[in-house]
T-cell receptor, first 116, second 113 residues
Framework: EAGVAQSPRYKIIEKRQSVAFWCNPI?????LYWYQQILGQGPKLLIQ????????DSQLPKDRFSAERLKGVDSTLKIQPAKLEDSAVYLC??????????????FGSGTRLTVV | KQEVTQIPAALSVPEGENLVLNCSFT??????LQWFRQDPGKGLTSLLL?????REQTSGRLNASLDKSSGRSTLYIAASQPGDSATYLC????????????FGEGTQLTVNP
C-alpha cells in the first residue's frame, strides 16, 4: 500500500511569512495526526482528526496555526505568521480506528521548516 | 500528565554487540507502547507495538519488553549492525485522551564497523 505522502519536503521562509503543508494519508485511515518535532526532541502532537472532525487540538497554538481535513481525506496545516521557534519537522501520520486489527501509526517523511 | 524518558541519550557500540535501550513513563494507564526508528532527515518507522496486556514483542533481532506496573520498557537489539545506526524513539498511548502518542526524546545509536 502507498504510504503517507507529505509535501513539500523542505521549506525556508522569513519570520512573519505564512506557510502551508499538505498531507495525504493512507487510503481508508480514519484518523490523521500532525506532529511537530523540534531538533533533538521527540514529536509532539499538534492536532488529531477523526474523519472530518477535530479530536484533539489542545497543543495547537491557535493564534498562528490552523489545520483542516477536507472530505475526511487530505489535510493542510498552516502557520501564519511564522516565528523563529516554529523551525521544526512537521510530521503527518494516519491510523485506523483504535481497536481495529492492524491498528498502528504510519508516519510520512515530514516537512522540514526553517524560519529565518 | 504523561512523561516519557529515554536512557541513554546516545550510545556508540562496535558491530556485533548486543544492546539495550531503556524507556520509562510516569502514568501506567497506557493503551500501548511503541518503539520507532528515525533515520536522519526521515520520518518514523514503527518497529514494535506492545499492547498494555502484553509483556513483550519480537521482530527479527529486536525484542521489546513492557512492565506496565513499574512504567518501564526495554528494546533489546541482538548482534548489532552498522545499518542499525539511527535514533530510536519510545512512545506511549494513553487508555484515555484519544490516540495521542507521547514520545521520549530518543536514543541516538551508532554502530561502528
Amino acid at each position: 500500500e502507498a504510504g503517507v505522502a507529505q509535501s513539500p519536503r523542505y521549506k525556508i521562509i522569513e519570520k512573519r511569512q505564512s506557510v502551508a503543508f499538505w498531507c495525504n494519508p493512507i487510503s481508508g485511515h480514519a484518523t490523521l495526526y500532525w506532529y511537530q518535532q523540534i531538533l533533538g526532541q521527540g514529536p509532539k502532537l499538534l492536532i488529531q482528526f477523526q474523519n472530518n472532525g477535530v479530536v484533539d487540538d489542545s497543543q495547537l497554538p491557535k493564534d498562528r496555526f490552523s489545520a483542516e481535513r477536507l472530505k475526511g481525506v487530505d489535510s493542510t496545516l498552516k502557520i501564519q505568521p511564522a516565528k523563529l521557534e516554529d523551525s521544526a519537522v512537521y510530521l503527518c501520520a494516519s491510523s485506523l480506528l483504535r481497536g481495529v486489527l492492524d491498528y498502528g501509526y504510519t508516519f510520512g517523511s515530514g516537512t522540514r521548516l526553517t524560519v529565518v | 500528565k504523561q512523561e516519557v524518558t529515554q536512557i541513554p541519550a546516545a550510545l556508540s557500540v562496535p558491530e556485533g554487540e548486543n544492546l539495550v535501550l531503556n524507556c520509562s513513563f510516569t502514568d501506567s494507564a497506557i493503551y500501548n507502547l511503541q518503539w520507532f526508528r528515525q533515520d536522519p532527515g526521515k520520518g518514523l518507522t514503527s518497529l514494535l507495538l506492545i499492547q498494555s496486556s502484553q509483556r513483550e514483542q519480537t521482530s527479527g533481532r529486536l525484542n521489546a519488553s513492557l512492565d506496565k506496573s513499574s512504567g518501564r520498557s526495554t528494546l533489546y537489539i541482538a548482534a548489532s549492525q552498522p545499518g542499525d545506526s539511527a535514533t530510536y524513539l519510545c512512545a506511549v498511548e494513553q487508555e484515555t485522551s484519544g490516540s495521542r502518542l507521547t514520545f521520549g526524546e530518543g536514543t541516538q545509536l551508532t554502530v561502528n564497523p
